[in-house]
């Protein structure tokens, strides 16, 4: 099968693809940070440093090879979908076209502020409704966004395939501990580390779970906070520099900017805990978190929100810490509750981690994950 992908940032697609081009050719264009064509990547640039540079870019070369290479499947994402504009309202009339048009969200609009939110709400839908007019197909990332989606903006008169995130399981591993890099973020080499790498923002928890620390700090010593991501200029990340300051936590938590995506797992061998805070709302109810699979993959103990993001990954029977309310109390209490099994044997808690990560793993590789995207394309070029 040809397949073509266009999407507007190519981290988010790089394992997919990489998977997909085991059994069928792939092309794939994005935006990156100077032109290069590299077996099948097309890394486009900002034209003279402008986004919309990059937009005519792609939009030309969209069309270009669409015109040329004859494929059987072109899957756009949101930033992308009118690129192919022309094709699939040919298609509608005429048979010369036999590519077949999907659309693929990975996420609903999330992280807009409340001014904003119909303004993005309208675009949004308006996305939404042209793909279901044109284009042959729409997948998303789990179940649960495509009934929010039906229940929301439309009952889709095309067929919606699901397809989740996944996890690099090469490069998301079990590692030793590294003690060089945990004395290098300012801890002690008995500190028992909470952890969170990600996107910073006021609806993510991520400020109540560091405003735990204040509770912490007053009953137990040892344990300490590291937050990866965010810049120093957001206002969330400035919400929470605050809070250090304010509660004198800077020997508790440390905040440390993005770091390159390979580094990751390295800064993830140090934790004891890893967090996932996001509040039980539609923002997150709908989603497929990749930062649980990477934590999972890495045979980490993980403190997570009850909602069904998370149990439809790991199951209702997990062993993992669950916390119901994204508060400062609540999140104080299960940490230290962990904490209390870490000390009463850390050989224990260290293999109840592996466990699940030994029951769970298989289950969200990407060759897994692309397995059901495969299945999709098929039906679909098989419907028209």
Known sequence: MKIFIVTGE???????????????EVDHIFRGRKFKIDNGDYHIPRLFGFNRGFLLLAYLFTNFMLLVKRYDVCMTDYKCIYFTTFFPIIKQWTNIIKTSFIYDIRTIPVDHDDREAKKVENKFSRKLAFADRY??????????????????????EKHVGVWES?????????????????MEMGFEKEDFICFYHGAITNKRGV??????????????????MLILGGRSFDQSVDNILKIIDRNNLQDTVRH????????????????????????????????????LMEYIACGKNILLTDMVAHT??????????????????SFAEKIEEAYKCYKENPHIFYEKGMAERERLVD?????????????????ITETE
């Open 10 to 24: 190519g981290s988010h697609y790089q394992r997919i693809v990489l998977e997909l081009r085991k059994k069928h």
């Open 135 to 156: 284009y042959q197909g729409i997948t998303v990332i789990t179940e649960e966004m495509k009934n929010y989606l039906q229940n929301r903006y439309r009952s889709f």
């Open 166 to 182: 996944g996890v690099d399981v090469i490069s998301f591993r079990p590692l030793d501990k590294n003690i060089r890099l945990k």
């Open 207 to 224: 400020i109540e779970l560091v405003d735990s620390f204040r509770i912490i700090k007053s009953r137990e010593c040892n344990i300490k």
């Open 256 to 291: 440390h900017g993005w770091v390159d995506y390979a580094k990751i797992p390295e800064f993830i061998s140090i934790a004891d805990l890893c967090i996932v805070p996001l509040p039980d709302i539609d923002w997150w109810r709908v989603s497929s978190p990749l930062k």
């Open 312 to 329: 439809n990954v790991v199951g209702r029977t997990s062993n993992y810490f669950w916390v119901r309310e994204p508060t400062p109390e």
């Open 363 to 379: 289950k969200i590789t990407w060759e897994r994950r692309s397995l059901s995207l495969q299945e999709y394309f098929s039906r």
